[in-house]
């Protein structure tokens, strides 16, 4: 069984400009999770859905920060206008269900903004 | 105000030792505490859980104890290895928010051969 993957595994952008995040859970999971981990601590959820609805956002930036799961499968984390204090790693989870307790995390994106 | 603590935040022991890991919370309503381990590049994965149902959970050299009076809980390992050596969250989440993880920021243990 395939795990969550993520794509880039790596980006470098200057202040301004906009980056997209792209995350597949595993297959059948209906929940999927979007964190934030600073370097140096926890994972902090930003969002997460279950299949196509947004479950809580009251984490994510909204001024800057959207992210979409259209098809309840694939989603997308995009910034539009990064700062420094973005630089991060974002990381993709996902569960069987929305009460499933196991969340299975991705590879991670690791972003840096000069 | 940070939900989830954990301490220390470095720990080093010596082969064969046992570590301990301490987690402490404050929400009352968290009702599921899990613990992530997190190697060097990787992300984390999920090493062992418990429901406040028990106070002990093991599995192999893994144990968490848990103490609901005073919000908090442990990771004890056991014959520590240096392949044990990684960054060890604890976390919580309460069943009203279903799937809502609230993570501690981490410990970072070095297990010396």
């Known amino acids: 069984e395939a795990g969550v993957t993520q794509s880039p595994r790596y980006a470098v952008l200057q202040e301004g400009q906009a980056v997209s995040f792209w995350c597949d859970p595993i297959?059948?999971?209906?929940?999927l999770y979007w964190y934030q981990q600073p370097r140096d601590q926890g994972p902090q959820l930003l969002v997460y859905?279950?299949?196509?609805?947004?479950?809580?956002n009251s984490q994510l930036p909204s001024d800057r920060f959207s992210a979409v799961r259209p098809k309840g499968t694939n989603s997308t984390l995009k910034i539009q206008s990064a700062k420094q204090g973005d630089t991060a790693t974002y990381l993709c989870?996902?569960?069987?269900?929305?009460?499933?307790?196991?969340?299975?995390f991705g590879p991670g994106t690791r972003l840096l903004v000069l | 105000q940070q939900q989830v603590r954990q301490s220390p935040q470095s720990l080093t022991v010596w082969e064969g030792e046992t570590a301990i890991l301490n987690c402490s919370y404050e929400?009352?309503?968290?009702?599921?505490f899990p613990w992530y381990h997190q190697f060097p590049g990787e992300s984390p994965a999920l090493l062992i859980a418990?429901?406040?149902?028990?106070n002990k959970k093991e599995d192999g050299r893994f144990t968490i104890f848990f103490n609901k009076r005073e919000k908090k809980f442990s990771l004890h390992i056991a014959d520590s290895q240096p392949g044990d050596s990684a960054t060890y969250f604890c976390?919580?989440?309460?069943?009203?928010?279903?799937?809502?993880?609230?993570f501690g920021d981490g410990t970072v243990l070095t297990v010396k051969p």
């Open positions: 297959s059948g999971h209906d929940t």
């Open positions: 859905f279950r299949d196509e609805a947004v479950i809580d």
């Open positions: 418990i429901r406040p149902v028990s």
């Open positions: 976390a919580a989440s309460a069943n009203t928010n279903t799937g809502k993880l609230t």
């Open positions: 989870a996902s569960s069987l269900t929305f009460n499933q307790d196991t969340q299975y």
């Open positions: 929400d009352s309503t968290f009702d599921y």
